[in-house]
């Protein structure tokens, strides 16, 4: 299971600067269940290779599971949910 970050200007209509998030296991495997929150709230959690679309990517382009943050969030990783 892979966790990926990313930046992005959304411009000021959709945010302005945020960091693009996502839990993604497309070219892994699930070798120990995840959990992925942010201080703004949002979080993710993959238990399984089966994890529902919107928690993690399962192809390339299933973005149900693309999330973005404002900047300065603070990102907290826990295993074994």
Same mark, same amino acid.
């Given at each position: 299971l892979l966790s990926e970050y990313g930046y992005a200007n959304f !411009? +000021? +209509?959709? #945010? #302005? !600067?945020r960091t693009s998030w996502?839990?993604?296991h497309v070219d892994a495997s699930i070798n120990i269940p995840t959990r992925l929150s942010v201080s703004d709230g949002q979080s993710v959690t993959c238990t399984s290779s089966s994890c529902p679309a919107d928690q993690a990517y399962n192809s390339p382009t299933d973005y149900a599971a693309d999330r973005n943050s404002a900047l300065g969030q603070t990102y907290t990783h826990t295993f074994c949910p």
């Amino acid at each position: 299971l892979l966790s990926e970050y990313g930046y992005a200007n959304f !411009e +000021a +209509a959709y #945010g #302005g !600067e945020r960091t693009s998030w996502d839990l993604s296991h497309v070219d892994a495997s699930i070798n120990i269940p995840t959990r992925l929150s942010v201080s703004d709230g949002q979080s993710v959690t993959c238990t399984s290779s089966s994890c529902p679309a919107d928690q993690a990517y399962n192809s390339p382009t299933d973005y149900a599971a693309d999330r973005n943050s404002a900047l300065g969030q603070t990102y907290t990783h826990t295993f074994c949910p």
